[in-house]
């Protein structure tokens, strides 16, 4: 499913009483979506909302300079053998492989050597690699268009959980 694009977010106070049901996972969030798709339902109309948002940040090891050298070799290989590819194309024979050995040769040195240098650069500021991501306390599913109270009906009947009516 494309994510829908619009030019300002919604505003909390203007969706609040739209809210179709509240999740704990984007995955059940997801789910109702899907649910409510399988019905029929104009799934266009609808947002998942994540609120409080907050940074995760998992540490996934011990960062030397070493293990610097190494990934910027893998990413030196990769990058030369694109390279090695592309330069490959205007050879003939033998020569075709020549070039990409050398190309991705060449990239894993250069790699390593940049590699060990911008972690050297840091000089132990940062000792550990890690991997970012955020997340979201609470999904809110909301509806557009005054199509909320269908949505509810129908995540009722599917038996999912939804937020009651606002009085």
């Known amino acids: 499913m494309m994510p829908r694009l619009s030019s300002a977010p919604p505003e909390p106070a203007a969706t609040a009483w739209n809210t ?3 999740y704990d996972s984007y995955s059940e969030a ?15 109309d609808l947002d998942i909302l994540g609120s409080d948002l907050r940074l995760v940040e998992r540490v996934t090891g011990r960062l030397t300079k070493a293990r610097a050298a190494l990934a910027g070799a893998a990413a030196g290989a990769w990058l030369g053998l694109l390279a090695g590819l592309l330069l490959g194309l205007f050879t003939t024979g033998s020569t075709w492989i020549t070039i990409v050995a050398a190309s991705m040769a060449m990239g894993v ?8 240098a911008a972690r050297a650069a840091t000089r ?4 550990f690699a890690s991997v ?3 997340t979201a306390t609470r999904y809110d599913l ?3 268009g005054g199509s909320a109270e269908r ?7 599917a038996g999912l959980p939804t937020t ?4």
């Not at 040195?109 to 060990?116: D, E, S």
């Not at 132990?124 to 000792?127: E, L, V």
């Not at 949505?151 to 009947?157: D, E, F, H, K, W």
């Open 20 to 22: 179709v049901a509240r």
């Open 30 to 44: 997801q789910a109702a979506v899907d649910r409510l798709s399988d019905d029929g339902f104009p799934v266009q």
């Open 109 to 116: 040195a250069w790699g390593a050597v940049l590699g060990f």
């Open 124 to 127: 132990g500021r940062r000792d």
């Open 132 to 134: 970012r991501t955020i």
């Open 142 to 144: 909301v509806a557009r």
């Open 151 to 157: 949505a509810r009906v129908l995540l009722a009947q």
């Open 164 to 167: 009651p009516a606002p009085s």
